[in-house]
């Protein structure tokens, strides 16, 4: 066993502040030009900068004091002196030491400032779960903190008996907790165009994982009188500026659809929605409406603006392919991952999250070299439909270049694709539903690199 652990190697976590503001502004208001893919080559190189100065920073903090390492021999000052009472920090809050770990925004995805992007740092993250203060966020129009106590939700349409709920009245109802993943139709945008993103931040953060509390819609529906033989869809309103509205199957808001309240064990924050939101498993996160305002039951798909020119997907033969709502079995290794380095040869644990729009994963396999030889990964319990699944292998680096690759294979049999099969039936101007298999690089000096294996 004392053989095993010398050989452990050891990961330095990837620079977090490669971003140049003034950069990420001129991008922001011109949208997606050549200028955008210059600003990422730039902020790549300057995070390989920084992580040339960590590492030599790292071989220096390596080197131990001749005589024993003085942290073990002297006692530190928070073992001798009185901690801190409970009332200074009433809302817990993390170590100041773990502040770099943070949300980031995107600097070239949305033209407004209040329409903004922010990626959960997924390199960082442990477990399934994605603490309420890294959750991803897209907003349309800003978010906003809403009065509960003012907050109405009404159902209408094809129903006998429309209706108007207060905060209180739902609470009331009969709810379920259920963990599901979110993710953005666009994560993973930037790979369909050959953008090599510095981090897996910016690569798959637009996806995170909570446990969502709140009463079936199923419930309301029965509440409100739905017609079943013509109401065939539903039409989902928010409350913010720009009334995002979006068509869901009646099929599946009877199926798993929660109108949720909480998150994570308390009400969900302002920028996830608060006071309510939907949660519609499985399905891309702009159909998760926030700041939910109503739901009018119809007879047929409402074709609104988010449906008709925003979340569609351009096809080879230049048609747009509409409502492709289901997030496919994708995976991603979340460490070693891009931006980060090896710092010695040794056993290290790969490990990355899987996730399916249509069910459970089945299994999660892992190469080492780009796709030629696969080993089975291990799946962390619980494993959840509709949730993300923490998976881990084991790996012996022994200093040569590698690729790194997760592959998941879901419950109905789909297997993740390579770039090149999605791109056979897609195309090259998606920006919608990537789900293609990651490669990182790994090169000889163990700095972890983006690169595509076809």
């Known amino acids: 066993m004392a053989s ?199 690569s798959h953060g637009m996806l995170s994982c909570s446990e969502f509390t709140g009463v079936p819609l199923s419930v309301l529906l029965e509440d409100c009188g739905y017609d079943k033989k013509n109401g065939k869809y539903l039409l989902a309103e928010g409350g913010d500026g720009s009334s995002m509205t979006r068509t869901i199957s009646i099929d599946r808001a009877l199926d798993d659809v929660i109108v949720a309240w909480g998150m994570n064990g308390e009400m969900l924050r302002p920028e996830n929605g608060y006071p309510l939101r939907l949660v519609v498993p499985g399905v891309q996160g702009v159909s998760w409406v926030k700041w939910l305002r109503r739901i009018e039951v119809g007879d047929k798909p409402y074709g609104t603006k988010d449906e008709a020119i925003h979340y569609i997907d351009v096809m080879p033969n230049g048609q747009y392919r509409q409502y492709t709502s289901i997030q496919e079995c994708k995976s991603v290794i979340t460490s070693p991952s891009a931006g980060q380095m090896l710092l010695d040869k040794g056993f290290y644990n790969i490990t990355g999250l899987a996730w399916s729009g ?34 881990n292998i084991d790996w012996v680096w022994d200093g040569s270049p590698a690729i790194l690759q997760s592959r998941a294979i879901d419950e109905t049999d789909y297997v993740q694709p390579r770039i090149n099969e999605l791109r056979e039936v897609r195309g090259t101007r998606s920006i919608y539903h990537n789900n293609a298999i990651q490669s990182w690089k790994v090169a000889e000096s163990g700095e972890l690199s983006n690169v595509q294996v076809y």
Not at 52 to 74: F, Q, R, Y
Not at 98 to 112: D, F, I, K, W, Y
Not at 380 to 390: F, I, N, Q
Request: net charge positive.
């Open 4 to 202: 095993e652990v010398k050989t452990v190697g050891r990961i330095l976590p990837a620079p977090e502040n490669f971003v140049d503001s003034e950069l990420a502004h001129e991008i922001t208001t011109q949208g997606l030009n050549e200028s955008r893919r210059g600003f990422l080559l730039k902020s790549f190189a300057a995070a390989s900068a920084a992580l040339a100065s960590s590492a030599a920073a790292a071989e220096t903090i390596g080197k131990k004091v001749l005589g024993g390492d003085p942290n073990i021999l002297t006692l530190p000052e928070h073992s001798t002196t009185l901690g801190k009472p409970v009332v200074t920090n009433p809302y817990g809050m993390p170590s100041r030491f773990e502040a770099n770990l943070q949300r980031r925004e995107s600097p070239g995805l949305t033209r407004v400032s209040a329409a903004s992007v922010s990626f959960a740092p997924l390199q960082g993250l442990f477990g399934i779960i994605t603490p309420s203060g890294l959750h991803f966020e897209r907003h349309h129009q800003g978010w906003h903190d809403i009065d509960p106590a003012q907050h109405r939700f009404m159902i209408n349409g094809l129903v006998k008996n429309p209706k108007v709920y207060t905060m209180d009245d739902l609470m009331r109802l009969p709810s379920v907790s259920r963990m599901h993943f979110i993710e953005c139709g666009a994560n993973t945008a930037m790979e369909w165009g050959n953008v090599a993103v510095p981090t897996v931040q910016y």
């Open 358 to 391: 249509r069910g459970k994963i089945k299994r999660v396999d892992v190469s080492a070299d780009g796709g030629k030889n696969w080993r089975t990964a291990r799946l962390e319990t619980p494993v959840l439909s509709k949730c993300l699944t923490r998976f």
